[in-house]
């Protein structure tokens, strides 16, 4: 690009760009209606971008270009804030804030109406912005209250925040304008830095509001910047240099302000009420927990303010408080408690999980006595060991949870948590395939907590069918006693079905007739009934083709395995791991001598009908399921892809068939009906 220093066109076209971008910030970050594509911004930033490389001069300290941040820092100078930034005094309860109500009405008339803004309390870093002639110049942290931390270049890059305000000449406002907010981290940014922290090894952040402090507290900006932090304005500081034009920006309530404060261009928290009464304060508090969750930002509580400014400034200040202002916090969703044991509890995937047994301390409205540590590798991020002090965090209805290790705290007594080498619930193998955090049980078809997930499965559609076996009664024969394992299910009579709830005789004898049913199968419906790690129906029927018999499956080796369609290393291990099992066995050879399956005679891959054809389905099939023809076009040799190519053979278009079946008529390929296929499977069986 030419170097144009003099280019009047090219400082018009500068200032067109501020203009779109700092209104699409608007749109975007204040009015949360995005009138643009995320790529559309993206282009007209890089177009700016650009042209102040090459042109230097252009570069303003309003530029939206700043946003992405600049040179790092060598430290934060200090800031000294010419209104004091004051913290809030805290309520707890409803007597608490009514006690407040008594004290606000004790210094003005005993009648007087006294209206609140209710926001919600922010769990962020408390900052000024400094705005001369619309033009952000300085930003500080709150610091002590008197003095702060100068962090413009950081706040720079936060989008949210307009580096110019909206409005022309200084008409809409003062010429000097400290906007006072919370920059805070969006849940949503603080889970992908966290993901990101760990998956690189590094520490990750306890909370967002560290997030936050740590993102702001950046000496280079570009760290900052990729952060994505973002703003709500809360209030005004410092205000000067007022014009007769821009009088009307002070109005005499505090609701109003924000609202003011908002039209040029800052955001302010879409949450923020406006109260007749201090009566509907508790509503506003029980609306805002209620929805905390739901909330896309982290809150602790509510903050109340008397909305008539002239009545702030008459009840003044106490301490290093205002008298006009109150948190009404919520109850703390972090506490400090200590470790006392950690248990293994086995779930009903076979899933083992590390649950740590609390001293029970009083968090987020409950008493809390367990926290889930999810598995080896959180213990070890955590560094947790039996008898630590550890902060535990529970937010609303989520599992409490260990948020770190205060290991200043650590005592000599502290103990390694050791897991478990067999199952702790039946003492069968455990087993954790390389590239899994889970370490599981591999006793399927025995282990107490996997049974009714086991007969489940083992009964289901498209293992053994079996009618009327429905989940509530495999809960129920399970809860009774009556069976353990699936092999149990050919033992049950007439009587020990119709006793059970909602079974009558009639239910009962069909039910012993669907279960009599399944004792004819096939092999693969066998192997997939038996609910062996990622072995689906595909799985399972080319297995059953390929070994033919169930013995050679139980003792093929790693290796033969492998050799068989959609079986890789994992798989294999799987299945190794499931017939070494001695439990699981005694239950295979049961169901091995109750059921019965045709013998499959061997094929050589060249002789089956369909090898070397490519297949792909798409659209629902009213007859069969993909998965069942899929594995049925696999036993004939065919292979089944996903995606249409020249190389495809045949598309199987079911009822609303979409974009596979134009590009396969595109390409001219050959276009079977669901009718077609069902004959083609009775041509070769």
């Known amino acids: 690009m030419q170097k144009a220093n003099s280019s009047s066109s090219l400082i018009e076209q500068v200032e067109q760009l501020h203009t779109l971008l700092n209104h699409y910030n608007y749109q975007y970050y204040v009015m949360d209606e995005p009138s643009v594509p995320d790529s559309e911004y993206d282009r007209l930033i890089r177009e700016l971008i650009a042209i102040e490389q090459n042109n230097p001069e252009l570069k303003t300290l309003d530029s939206p270009s700043q946003k992405v941040g600049g040179e790092p820092l060598k430290a ?38 006294i209206k609140i803004c209710a926001e919600p309390k922010l769990d962020g870093l408390a900052v000024s912005l400094r705005y001369v002639q619309g033009v952000l110049v300085q930003a500080a942290t709150r610091g002590d209250g008197s003095t702060g931390e100068n962090i413009t270049e950081n706040i720079r890059t936060i989008k949210s925040i307009p580096l110019k305000l909206k409005g022309e000449n200084g008409i809409d406002y003062p010429e000097v304008l400290e906007v006072r907010g919370e920059v805070f981290m969006p849940k949503s940014s603080f889970k992908k830095l966290n993901d990101t922290a760990i998956k690189k090894g590094e520490k990750s952040f306890a909370n967002p509001r560290n997030a936050a402090a740590g993102s702001l507290r950046q000496l280079d900006s570009k760290i900052t910047a990729q952060r994505h932090l973002d703003f709500y304005a809360y209030g005004l500081g410092y205000v000067g240099n007022l014009k007769n034009d821009s009088k009307v920006f002070l109005k005499n309530s505090h609701y109003q302000r924000l609202c003011q404060i908002k039209k040029l261009g800052l955001p302010m928290c879409p949450e923020v009420l406006l109260l007749e009464t201090t009566d509907q304060v508790q509503e506003f ?18 903050v109340l303010k008397v909305d008539d400014v002239v ?4 009840l003044g200040y106490v301490a290093r408080a205002p008298r006009w202002a109150i948190a009404y916090k919520f109850p703390a969703q972090e506490e400090l408690t200590i470790v006392e044991d950690v248990e293994f509890q ?16 009083f968090v987020g409205g409950v008493t809390v006595s367990n926290a889930t540590l999810h ?25 409490p949870q260990i948020v770190s290790v205060v290991l200043e705290k650590r005592h000599s007594n502290a103990k390694e948590i050791v897991f478990p080498k067999t199952c702790p619930v039946c003492d ?6 390389e590239g899994e955090a889970v370490l599981r049980c591999t006793a399927g078809l025995f282990c107490q907590a996997q049974r009714k997930e086991a007969i489940k499965h083992f009964s289901s559609r498209k293992a053994h069918d079996i009618d009327g076996l429905g989940d509530k009664l495999v809960e129920q024969l399970v809860d009774e006693d009556l069976i353990s394992t699936p092999a149990d299910l050919f033992k049950l009579t007439e009587i020990d079905i119709s006793s059970m709830e909602r079974m009558g005789v009639k239910s009962a004898k069909k039910l012993i007739v669907a279960i009599e049913n399944a004792k004819e199968t096939t092999l693969a419906k066998f192997i997939y009934g038996l609910g062996i790690r990622e072995v689906g129906e595909a799985t399972a029927n080319n297995l059953a083709n390929h070994f033919c018999n169930l013995s050679a499956i139980q003792t093929a080796s790693f290796e033969s395995l492998q050799a068989v369609d959609d079986v890789g290393e994992i798989v294999a291990k799987n299945i190794i791991d499931f017939f070494k099992e001695e439990h699981n066995l005694v239950v295979v050879n049961a169901l091995n001598e109750i059921m019965t399956w045709p013998n499959i005679v061997m094929k050589k891959v060249e002789e089956l009908p369909l090898t070397d054809q490519t297949f792909v389905l798409t659209g629902s099939l009213s007859q069969m399921g993909r998965s069942e023809a899929k594995a049925a076009l696999q036993s004939l040799g065919a292979k089944v892809s996903g995606s249409i190519s020249a190389k495809t053979h045949f598309l199987v278009a079911g009822e609303k068939a979409g974009s596979k079946l134009t590009k396969a008529q595109n390409l001219d390929i050959t276009i079977l009906s669901e009718e077609d296929l069902i004959k083609l499977f009775a041509k070769y069986t």
């Open 375 to 399: 598995n080896q590798d959180e213990i070890e991020r955590l560094g947790l060991k039996i008898n630590d002090a550890v902060i535990i965090r529970r937010a609303g209805d989520v599992i």
């Open 311 to 314: 009545l702030q400034e008459k």
């Open 76 to 113: 934060f100078s200090q800031v000294t804030h010419q209104i004091p930034m004051l913290s809030l005094d805290n309520v707890f309860s409803s007597d608490e804030w009514e006690a407040f109500v008594n004290r606000l009405h004790d210094r003005v008339r005993h009648n007087e109406k």
């Open 285 to 302: 508090y029980q609306n805002i927990l209620d929805k905390r969750e739901a909330l896309s930002y982290e809150i602790d509580g509510t």
């Open 428 to 433: 069968s193998n455990v087993n954790r395939n």
């Open 346 to 361: 086995v779930g009903r995937t076979g899933a083992i999980t590390p649950v740590a047994r609390l001293k029970p301390v």
